[in-house]
């Protein structure tokens, strides 16, 4: 058999290594952000209703576009925003990845460039290349927060075609002020993707930039039902822009990319929205556990808007990431010199996290000086 090298891949591909977080056997897996908590059996009874009705239409192609979920998003967007948006300002996928997949087919590819503010969500810069997007990493602060005029400065020098803003920020936490995505948003000739894939769970008096949309034709906000809404294995993702974006987005789109059974879960959850965003509190409140918790072990975080927590310091991560699995707790090693990622998950497993790294802080953290 011969290997990917012999292959006639294209040059920009090779040598990288796919998207994934590792998954061992652990007792406790905090790395990979899901909602730890289950769907409520008043949804799981509607689901397989809605599901099983869906069935019996299998043999026809799915509503090519989404309308009746789009709509249901809208409404939920108008809802939880306050900011009216209508289905014609919305547009769905599989993922929030396919939805930036689909962003950077219409709006990227071969000469063009996107920018995004590393570390940031690693996705981005592997879809941009997955496209023939050239990709320019942005520039952040130390504390890992962005620097609006430097920011605005760099996107006027590259001049990129998409620029990524991840809020909160994946893996670092948090937010991203409205000020500084007008800022960026004004200095960008091209689409300005704000990535908010964990937005449910931002501190309160954190608004979204779906409030910056109206007057703002080249913004678009990214959602997914993943996160807050605890369906990640539905893979349903989702837009609000400009209606003449979402009219971009159906000219690189597979036919019939969403499922039948697909739009019907999703809809169905939305229909419990309030059920299912009621695990938003108990995951914050576990976050912010964590972060209370680690100065008495020596260890700091960076402030979260999310429902994980990146903290350190670290003398050497990869050896703490490893004595946390040793203990039988998975977190992320994002590859950021001395940090390390953990989701917020129950009670019970943030006990089994902190217990952990109790034991493990006096051998691992850096000292004063070091």
Same mark, same amino acid.
């Given at each position: 058999m011969s290997g990917i090298e012999e292959l006639p891949l294209r040059p920009e591909l090779r040598g990288r290594t796919p998207y994934g977080a590792p998954q061992v056997p652990a007792t406790h897996r905090l790395n990979t952000n899901e909602n730890p908590h289950p769907l409520p059996a008043e949804l799981l009874a509607d689901l397989g209703a809605a599901l099983g009705s869906a069935a019996l239409e299998l043999n026809r192609y799915p $509503?090519? $576009?989404?309308?009746?979920?789009?709509?249901?998003?809208?409404? #939920?967007?108008?809802? +939880?925003?306050?900011?009216?948006?209508?289905?014609?300002?919305?547009?769905?996928?599989?993922?929030?990845?396919?939805?930036?997949?689909? /962003?950077?087919?219409? %709006?990227? !590819?071969? !000469? =063009?460039?996107?920018?995004?503010?590393?570390?940031? #969500?690693?996705?981005?810069? /592997? /879809?941009?290349? !997955?496209?023939?997007?050239?990709?320019?990493?942005?520039?952040? =602060?130390? $504390? %890992? +927060?962005i620097d609006a005029a430097a920011a605005a400065e760099q996107i006027r020098e590259v001049d990129p075609a998409v620029v990524f803003v991840t809020s909160p920020n994946n893996p670092t936490g948090t937010a991203v002020a409205l000020e500084t995505i007008e800022a960026l948003y004004a200095a960008t000739t091209g689409v300005l993707v704000v990535d908010e894939a964990y937005t449910e769970f931002a501190r309160t008096g954190t608004a979204s930039a779906l409030t910056l949309l109206p007057g703002r034709p080249r913004l678009i906000v990214s959602r997914t039902m993943s996160k807050a809404f605890g369906m990640a294995g539905l893979r349903l993702g989702y837009l609000a822009a400009d209606p003449a974006v979402v009219d971009a987005l159906q000219l690189v789109r597979l036919p019939y990319h969403l499922s039948s059974l697909t739009q019907a879960a999703a809809r169905t959850a939305l229909a419990h929205t309030d059920a299912l965003l009621a695990t938003v509190d108990a995951v914050k409140a576990q976050r912010d556990r964590i972060v209370d918790a680690l100065p008495a072990l020596g260890l700091t975080s960076v402030p979260s808007d999310a429902n994980f927590v990146l903290f350190g310091h670290f003398a050497d991560a990869p050896a703490a990431w490893q004595a946390l699995l040793d203990r039988g707790v998975l977190v992320r090693d994002v590859g950021l010199p001395g940090w390390l990622r953990v989701t917020a998950g129950t009670t019970a497993e943030t006990d089994a996290f902190l217990t952990a790294l109790g034991e493990i802080a006096p051998d691992h953290r850096t000292t004063l000086g070091d």
């Amino acid at each position: 058999m011969s290997g990917i090298e012999e292959l006639p891949l294209r040059p920009e591909l090779r040598g990288r290594t796919p998207y994934g977080a590792p998954q061992v056997p652990a007792t406790h897996r905090l790395n990979t952000n899901e909602n730890p908590h289950p769907l409520p059996a008043e949804l799981l009874a509607d689901l397989g209703a809605a599901l099983g009705s869906a069935a019996l239409e299998l043999n026809r192609y799915p $509503d090519r $576009d989404a309308v009746a979920l789009r709509t249901d998003l809208a409404v #939920y967007l108008s809802r +939880t925003s306050g900011t009216q948006v209508v289905p014609e300002q919305v547009w769905a996928a599989n993922g929030s990845n396919e939805v930036l997949q689909q /962003i950077l087919q219409a %709006f990227g !590819g071969a !000469g =063009r460039t996107a920018l995004g503010f590393t570390p940031s #969500y690693s996705m981005h810069p /592997i /879809i941009s290349a !997955g496209t023939g997007t050239a990709w320019v990493d942005g520039h952040r =602060r130390a $504390d %890992f +927060t962005i620097d609006a005029a430097a920011a605005a400065e760099q996107i006027r020098e590259v001049d990129p075609a998409v620029v990524f803003v991840t809020s909160p920020n994946n893996p670092t936490g948090t937010a991203v002020a409205l000020e500084t995505i007008e800022a960026l948003y004004a200095a960008t000739t091209g689409v300005l993707v704000v990535d908010e894939a964990y937005t449910e769970f931002a501190r309160t008096g954190t608004a979204s930039a779906l409030t910056l949309l109206p007057g703002r034709p080249r913004l678009i906000v990214s959602r997914t039902m993943s996160k807050a809404f605890g369906m990640a294995g539905l893979r349903l993702g989702y837009l609000a822009a400009d209606p003449a974006v979402v009219d971009a987005l159906q000219l690189v789109r597979l036919p019939y990319h969403l499922s039948s059974l697909t739009q019907a879960a999703a809809r169905t959850a939305l229909a419990h929205t309030d059920a299912l965003l009621a695990t938003v509190d108990a995951v914050k409140a576990q976050r912010d556990r964590i972060v209370d918790a680690l100065p008495a072990l020596g260890l700091t975080s960076v402030p979260s808007d999310a429902n994980f927590v990146l903290f350190g310091h670290f003398a050497d991560a990869p050896a703490a990431w490893q004595a946390l699995l040793d203990r039988g707790v998975l977190v992320r090693d994002v590859g950021l010199p001395g940090w390390l990622r953990v989701t917020a998950g129950t009670t019970a497993e943030t006990d089994a996290f902190l217990t952990a790294l109790g034991e493990i802080a006096p051998d691992h953290r850096t000292t004063l000086g070091d």
